[in-house]
């Protein structure tokens, strides 16, 4: 039986697996390519243009430290749609254990219900 030595590649594995060693400069699989950011602005999240060259930061929504702990913060509304859709916040019950909620609108109310919840009726 024969002793399986681990080894480690150094280089690129394209190249050195016998892929194509040209870069087309997409920026994927192999890496080289130049990538343009615009509105590189810091704690700008950074989102898809739809060219393969380009992204973009978004000052509408920015990752902030600036708070005693890390914010999302918006510039405008925030809008959360499609199925199962849900925002949940983080908290501690009656007994002190940590908990997730759900923010959700039940008949026009506004509520905050225990994650998992079923068969809610508002009060």
Known sequence: MGVFTVRRMLGP????????SEDDGSGGGGGGGDITITNNVSGNILQATGDSKTIAGTNQLTWNNTYSVPALSASSNVFIAGANANLY????????SSKMYKLAVIDGGFYVVPSGSTGLTPP
């Open 13 to 20: 594995i394209k190249t050195q697996m016998g892929g194509d």
């Open 89 to 96: 916040i983080q908290g501690t019950d009656s007994d002190g």
